[in-house]
Each structure stands twice: as structure tokens, then as C-alpha cells.
């Protein structure tokens, strides 16, 4: 069974810089597809951004573009997210979600990022 255990969350000023972290294990890390997404207070999920296993192609929101890296380390089975110039509103739990080639989902159980002055 894939387990997904995310690290690196925490209080942070407006501007300041994260790396979130999420380690992966019982499954081929390396022909998984990893994903961030987020999820505030009363509001929906958010897709954040996304690697693929395959010649690594990234997908990422336009509200992170440009602030927001995500990158993959095979080896350590673990997939980053680095967090630049945060600001009030990426305030939420991110979770780490990981998809098998045959299409199943897997989750972390969520970091919190809280951004405040």
C-alpha cells in the first residue's frame, strides 16, 4: 500500500519561503505521477501543481506560478514543493496526492502552511 507522510509546514510571514517535503512509500515511486494541492478554510481544494513520472512534465496553477516549484527525487522517493514570496491567501493544508499508472489516488494527511503577519 502507497503511503504518502508530508513534511515542512508551518507559521510563516507574508514573502517568507517554505519547502514542503512528502516521503513515499510501498509503492514504484519512480512510476508515479505527484501532485500538490491545497485546500483553505471553507473553500474547495485547489490543484497547486504537478509532476509526472514520465520525462518529468510540470503543471502548475496560475495563482502559484512563478513563487510555487515543485521537483521530484527518485531516489529518496520524495517530491518537493518549494514555496517562494508566500502570501496571505496560500494560507491552507497542503496535501501530497501521488496517481499509479493504473489511475489510483493516493494522499497524504496534510501539512498546514499558515502565512500572517
Known amino acids: 500500500q502507497v503511503q504518502l507522510v508530508e513534511f515542512g509546514g508551518g507559521l510563516v510571514q507574508p514573502g517568507a519561503s517554505l519547502r514542503l517535503s512528502c516521503v513515499v512509500s510501498g509503492g514504484d515511486f519512480s512510476r508515479l505521477n505527484m501532485a500538490w494541492i491545497r485546500q483553505a478554510a471553507g473553500k474547495e481544494r485547489e490543484f497547486v501543481t504537478a509532476?509526472?513520472?514520465?520525462?518529468?512534465?510540470?503543471y502548475t496553477a496560475d495563482s502559484v506560478k512563478g513563487r510555487f516549484t515543485i521537483s521530484r527525487d527518485n531516489n529518496r522517493n520524495t517530491v518537493y514543493l518549494q514555496m517562494n514570496n508566500l502570501t496571505l491567501e496560500d494560507t491552507a493544508t497542503y496535501y501530497c496526492?501521488?496517481?499509479?499508472?493504473?489511475?489510483?489516488?493516493?494522499w497524504g494527511q496534510g501539512t498546514q502552511v499558515t502565512v500572517s503577519s
Open positions: 509532476i509526472s513520472f514520465h520525462v518529468q512534465k510540470i
Open positions: 496526492n501521488a496517481v499509479s499508472t493504473s489511475g489510483t489516488n493516493y
